[in-house]
């Protein structure tokens, strides 16, 4: 079994840049597809982004001019870069992985997910 944490969250300005990172342990991470998602407070969980392990992606059209997605095999650890972001930003960020197969966008289709990172925009 896989184990995730992320880290990278916290308070940043509006137009500010935080780059989240979820680092996996356990079985091998090199043939799972991550993913990243969001919970703002009083909504429901959404999908944000997703890599293959040979780093194809998918990114949501809502945050795909300003988000990248990216990892690392080697250090078993996936990233999301977000730019210029805004107050819509603010909300729990989760990483998720599921295993082999093809990028998929629904929270079913992940198996193991980290804790969550709390990631605030003021304005």
């Known amino acids: 079994q896989v184990q995730l944490e992320e880290s990278g969250g916290g308070l940043v300005q509006t137009g500010g840049s935080l780059r989240l990172s979820c680092a996996a342990s356990g079985r091998t991470f090199s043939n799972d597809v991550m993913g990243w998602f969001r919970q703002a407070p009083g909504k429901e969980r959404e999908f944000v982004a997703a890599?293959?392990?040979?780093?194809?992606?998918i990114v949501s059209d809502s945050v795909k001019s300003r988000f990248t997605i990216s990892r690392d095999n080697a250090k078993k650890t996936g990233y999301l870069q977000m730019n210029n972001m805004k107050p819509d930003d603010t909300a729990v960020y989760y990483c998720?992985?599921?295993?082999?197969?093809?990028?998929?966008?629904?929270?079913?289709?992940?198996?193991?997910w980290g804790q969550g990172t709390q990631v605030t925009v003021s304005s």
């Open positions: 998720a992985v599921r295993q082999g197969g093809g990028l998929r966008l629904g929270e079913r289709d992940y198996d193991v």
């Open positions: 890599i293959s392990w040979w780093g194809s992606n």
